[in-house]
């Protein structure tokens, strides 16, 4: 293998981590926005219940001011200076304090939904690359394992079967007959079938092997450098 090659192949190894890693760090900060989003709208529901509570102290006022006009009516003339006027400069103060913070609950309520659906796209995207980078290393490990596993079984077959067949060739009588138990033994080992299980039980083995992608999918998004094994 050339330099090159293996320089490439190495690179092409470490990418679907390194992608882990940036998409993990990326849904980090989106939920680290998510939640300063969702403190800066607590804090500007608070300010906007604590307002409207101080503007209820002034649920009479308006009751007060037209009654306070209307006995000036009653006198024919103008009465006294209106005692209640700093009252209604804070009401109105307040009012607009309330409308203010009532728009800004608005902006932060929106940003708030997009920093949410942010935190979504980002954890989609990571659950993504960890599958990928599961796919990635298990193909190529898989591959070398399962090809070697069946060069094995057929290797084994072989020389089990031409075990039998030398064995039958060439013994008679009582040695056949004993070797017979062996070699039957030894040929249903050669036509091994996998146990009956129901589909979708415990002993179901695509049930427990799609357990163990899960558990080291879960495993990847906590650390993308943690060791992927399927054993």
Not at 4 to 16: D, F, L, Q, V
Not at 50 to 62: C, K, T, Y
Not at 93 to 111: C, D, F, N
Not at 201 to 207: A, F, G, I, K, Y
Request: with cysteine; net charge neutral; hydrophobic share 45%.
């Amino acid at each position: 293998m050339s330099t090159i090659t293996a320089a490439k192949k190495s690179t092409t190894a470490t990418e679907p981590r390194e992608a882990l890693k940036r998409a993990i760090s990326r849904r980090a900060e989106c939920e680290a926005a998510l939640k300063e989003s969702r403190a800066a709208f607590d804090r500007a529901t608070a300010a906007h219940a604590e307002a409207e509570a101080e503007l209820r102290q002034f649920e009479d006022l308006d009751e007060r001011l037209a009654k306070q006009k209307a006995d000036t009516f009653k006198r024919g003339k103008p009465g006294p200076a209106d005692t209640m006027v700093s009252e209604k400069q804070q009401r109105d103060q307040l009012k607009w304090q309330a409308s203010e913070i009532k728009g800004a609950l608005v902006v932060l309520e929106a940003e708030h939904v997009q920093a949410e659906k942010a935190v979504a796209a980002a954890t989609d995207a990571a659950s993504t690359a960890a599958w990928k980078l599961l796919a990635t290393e298990a193909v190529e490990r898989l591959t070398v394992e399962l090809v070697a596993a069946k060069k094995l079984a057929w290797r084994l077959e072989s020389v089990a079967l031409a075990l039998d067949q030398v064995s039958g060739l060439e013994t008679r009588g009582e040695v056949r007959l004993a070797l017979g138990p062996l070699m039957a033994r030894l040929s249903e080992a050669a036509y091994l079938k996998p146990d009956p299980v129901v589909v979708g039980s415990e002993r179901d083995p695509l049930r427990v092997a799609g357990q163990r992608w899960r558990e080291l999918r879960s495993r990847l998004l906590k650390d993308a450098d943690a060791e992927i094994s399927w054993n």
